[in-house]
């Protein structure tokens, strides 16, 4: 490996390191401090909704616009600066008329997320461009395995502060409002480290008739198709659980930043054990065997939750739930670099996470319709028999392609 490998490498993790603090200082707590607003089960399955459909409308238009940029290095950080600005204005929310806090929250997160679709489906463009094929897992997999210790440390001593202050109302607001600024400063010192990759030698500035052709292009690829139709099946049934689970934690079970900070820590923890064993099984097996595995994996997450009717018993089970997310984090970035060529890349991630963003403005309201016509228990298990049906559709496509259990 030469020495620009090693040098991106290690801004890539380093970049990853400081883009898991800033989240973790926010993230896990997010839905709680939407509780804490007043927010309900609507507003926790809008939080969810909302920033897929705003992503709908920018990503494909971002992404083209960053691909009319030779050097796509700073229009990309102009993205990311701009969705860490969103991190101010959230903190300004317990300022706002006491009625309209949460859905103000809400708004302004899912706008958060217009910049922040196109910064990372460039970084995700920008991965495939930085690392070869047979590189792109292992950097992967060590971005996120050395990101989990400062996501641990982060998130306990968020999760403790934000505890010892729950007797107060106003004080805990409060320091909700010291960790967006704390998350933006450590955003703007993530996009200084990105500044730092050294960048590929640009290809030239596409015009627009070639960009459209290049979709229509990204359309008829029948490799990037398929995998595409599978995973959108998958992804559907994953974000449909989103809320659910939120709803499950923290209203059913009752859990406070405390409890959300121990659950977050036990799932970085099965995720740092799990980045490892996922990355060995690409190399191993390759990605369209990780991807059954992983996504079955994910189908019995649900069902794992109905056992944890304790937030103790919850927790401790989230370092299983950690292990196959790790999976299917890595396999999913892997395996959509492997069916996208490195000609018109931005596009074809474009319109890949356009139709993701599609399935995430969709998903979490047809959870919240089956919620509202059963109970959290019933909603959860469908969405368990879901992920267990989209992980059939992967075993099986796998089969007639005949590559289970062989190296993509």
Do not use: C
Not at 71 to 80: G, H, I, M, P
Not at 160 to 177: G, V
């Amino acid at each position: 490996m030469d020495g620009s490998w090693n040098r991106n490498l290690k801004i890539y993790i380093w970049n990853g390191i400081l883009y898991s603090i800033m989240l973790n200082l926010y993230s896990p707590f997010a839905v709680k401090f939407l509780e804490r607003l007043g927010g309900n089960e609507l507003h926790i399955s809008l939080f969810n909704a909302l920033p897929g459909l705003v992503a709908v409308f920018a990503t494909l238009p971002g992404m083209l616009l960053v691909l009319r940029f030779p050097q796509k290095k700073k229009v990309t950080a102009l993205f990311f600066f701009l969705s860490r600005m969103f991190l101010l204005f959230l903190a300004f929310v317990p300022w706002m008329p006491r009625n309209w806090q949460p859905l103000i929250f809400v708004l302004l997160f899912s706008l958060r997320n217009l910049p922040d679709s196109i910064s990372q489906s460039a970084l995700q463009s920008f991965s495939g461009d930085l690392f070869s094929p047979e590189t792109r897992s292992t950097a992967i997999a060590l971005r996120n395995r050395f990101s989990i210790p400062a996501t641990l440390v982060v998130t306990f001593a968020a999760g403790k502060i934000l505890s010892d202050l729950a007797s107060s109302a106003s004080s805990i607001l409060n320091t909700y409002q010291v960790f967006f600024l704390l998350a933006f400063l450590i955003g703007v010192a993530e996009i200084i480290v990105f500044l730092l990759f050294k960048e590929p030698p640009a290809s030239g500035v596409s015009s627009s008739p070639q960009i459209l052709g290049s979709i229509r292009t990204v359309l008829k690829d029948k490799n990037f198709r398929s995998f595409a139709q599978t995973s959108l099946i998958f992804y559907f049934t994953w974000q449909m659980g989103w809320p659910l689970f939120n709803i499950y934690q923290i209203i059913t079970l009752g859990a406070d930043e405390w409890w959300l900070s121990l659950i977050a820590i036990f799932s970085s923890i099965g995720m740092f054990t799990g980045y490892k064993f996922w990355n060995e099984m690409i190399r191993r097996k390759g990605n369209r065997f990780v991807m059954w595995a992983t996504t079955l994996g994910m189908a019995l997450n649900p069902l794992i939750m109905l056992l944890s009717n304790k937030l103790y018993v919850f927790t401790a089970l989230n370092l299983i739930l950690g292990f196959f997310t790790a999976g299917t984090v890595t396999v999913l970035l892997s395996y959509l670099l492997e069916v996208t060529p490195d000609e018109n890349r931005v596009v074809y991630i474009g319109v890949y996470n356009t139709l993701v963003n599609i399935s995430l403005a969709v998903s979490p309201f047809a959870a919240h319709l089956v919620l509202q016509q059963s109970n959290i228990y019933i909603a959860i298990t469908i969405v368990a028999a879901l992920r267990f049906t989209s992980s059939m559709i992967f075993f099986f496509s796998n089969r007639k392609a005949g590559t289970v259990g062989i190296k993509a």
